[in-house]
């Protein structure tokens, strides 16, 4: 699969904390933006990678969604981004794609990876949230062989963790993430997407579809303040997992008496 930076790579072999993985462009900012803005205000590095162009969609174009989750990507702050151009509504869970997937993870390097719904309106979705799955297990094996940018053999890398985020159908979290600092600048980064969500004004003439309807955005408010609620917070992003989590002591738990 060809690769392609939208926003440029510092280093080529840099290493990140958090990889987000998106069958789309906007899947992430969508989905998990808010929690991905609060780990780079606190030091941590993200990439983001998305499988497909989009290309499929009803509004805008290829290139379009390319200006779009590069801005996106600015308001973020991620370190980088970058396209797989796996076939949208087509690619396959086979050996072609897995690596080209387990080939990023073993570039990034990264502790956690983020990942589609398991489960979705979209079909896209819940074959993104299997093949991600897989690699992350996959990209383990030494006998793997994959390479970088400059044909050098990779190291293999198993991220310590993989977590889904909740897309269009409502999935119980396991855990959730208070996003009430990061909402507003989530909210600009999908606004960054202006073919696809509503424009009052309708400038581009493009039919409405599901997701460019005024409601769609109202939702993806009304989800963040469920969640929110859900753990006393005004907004939060759920998440699920299929390792379960542990902690090593109450710390966390402890509010200290002021």
């Not at 390097?109 to 992350?136: F, K, T, Y």
Request: include cysteine; proline fraction near 5%.
């Amino acid at each position: 699969m060809v690769q392609q930076s939208l926003s440029p790579l510092k280093n080529y072999d840099m290493q990140a904390h958090i990889l987000a993985f998106g069958a789309h462009p906007d899947d992430v900012e969508l989905s998990c933006s808010g929690t991905l803005i609060n780990e780079i205000r606190q030091g941590k590095t993200v990439a983001i990678v998305d499988l497909t162009e989009g290309e499929l969609g009803t509004r805008g174009t290829v290139a379009t969604r390319y200006e779009e989750a590069a801005a996106a990507a600015s308001i973020m702050g991620v370190s980088c981004r970058e396209n797989l151009k796996m076939k949208d509504g087509f690619f396959e869970n086979n050996e072609a794609h897995q690596r080209a997937v387990i080939s990023v993870i073993r570039k990034y390097r990264p502790s956690i990876v983020l990942a589609n719904a398991p489960q979705d309106r979209h079909p896209d979705h819940g074959r993104a949230a299997q093949l991600i799955e897989q690699c992350c297990f996959l990209a383990g094996l030494s006998k793997i062989i994959t390479k970088d940018a400059s044909g050098n053999p990779q190291p293999r890398w198993r991220p310590a963790y993989v977590f889904h985020y909740i897309q269009d159908r409502y999935i119980e979290p396991d855990f959730a993430v208070d996003i009430s600092d990061s909402f507003e600048t989530k909210m600009r980064s999908i606004q960054a997407y202006g073919t696809q969500f509503h424009d009052p004004e309708n400038q581009s003439g493009e039919p409405q579809t599901y997701i460019s309807a005024p409601h769609f955005l109202e939702g993806i408010t009304a989800r963040a303040h469920l969640m929110g609620k859900k753990i006393g917070v005004a907004y939060a992003e759920g998440f699920l997992s299929t390792k379960k989590l542990g902690i090593n002591s109450f710390d966390a738990f402890i509010q200290n008496e002021t």
